[in-house]
T-cell receptor
Framework: TQLLEQSPQFLSIQEGENLTVYCNSS?????LQWYRQEPGEGPVLLVT?????EVKKLKRLTFQFGDARKDSSLHITAAQPGDTGLYLC?????????????FGEGTQLTVNP | NAGVTQTPKFRILKIGQSMTLQCTQD?????MYWYRQDPGMGLKLIYY???????DKGEVPNGYNVSRSTTEDFPLRLELAAPSQTSVYFC?????????????FGSGTRLTVV
């Protein structure tokens, strides 16, 4: 069973601060996705990274995929209260067919005004 | 586009009762999934399907059954509800062939077994 470890599990910061969330595995991903989930809703895709070393930016969010494709990070610049939510990383591991995401346990982010 | 629709949104079951969680998608996705989410535990895969007529077990299939008679529908059946099945259940769908194309999730069914 492939495992994903996310850290930190909880993060509470003030508006305007920067933060980084990490996602690590001992296995190589074929791709990795980041989702954001709000209370009472399903996860919503933020980004997919596929290539080792890849960096993607989505406004104030920067996603990085490790060179060895075993880890990823999400950096938020100047966090806002609207960024509050559960951030989930999910890895797709190489297999003969199909896609089956394995999820990390999530990072619960609270941004205080 | 409605995306992925799950019903019901909430349900309380007594131990030993059975129920079916409904999931339908209108995006013509071939892949569909059922996950459960427990507090602080992330999402665990229960069952998945790569197309109509084909289903397979995920990480935590015990106590559940699925069927996939059409591309659109992927119901999840609980035969003998147990307190350990208290959770939030999410259905998701996916299609291959496009890099960066993630899963689309429904809004979930919150199930309590008492």
């Amino acid at each position: 069973t492939q495992l994903l470890e996310q850290s930190p599990q909880f993060l509470s910061i003030q508006e305007g601060e920067n933060l980084t969330v990490y996602c690590n595995s001992s296995s190589v991903f074929s791709s990795l996705q980041w989702y954001r989930q709000e209370p009472g809703e399903g996860p919503v895709l933020l980004v997919t990274v596929v290539t080792g070393g890849e960096v993607k930016k989505l406004k104030r969010l920067t996603f990085q995929f490790g060179d060895a494709r075993k880890d990823s990070s999400l950096h938020i610049t100047a966090a806002q209260p609207g960024d509050t939510g559960l951030y989930l990383c999910a890895g797709d591991f190489p297999r003969t067919s199909g896609s089956r995401l394995t999820f990390g346990e999530g990072t619960q982010l609270t941004v205080n005004p | 586009n409605a995306g992925v629709t799950q019903t019901p949104k909430f349900r309380i079951l007594k131990i030993g009762q059975s129920m079916t969680l409904q999931c339908t998608q209108d995006m013509n996705h071939n892949y569909m999934y059922w996950y459960r989410q427990d507090p602080g535990m992330g999402l665990k895969l229960i069952y998945y399907s790569v197309g109509a007529g084909i289903t397979d077990k995920g990480e935590v299939p015990n106590g559940y059954n699925v069927s996939r008679s059409t591309t659109e529908d992927f119901p999840l059946r609980l035969e003998l509800a147990a307190p350990s099945q208290t959770s939030v259940y999410f259905c998701a769908s996916h299609t291959t062939g496009r890099l960066g194309y993630g899963y689309t999730f429904g809004s979930g069914t919150r199930l309590t077994v008492v």
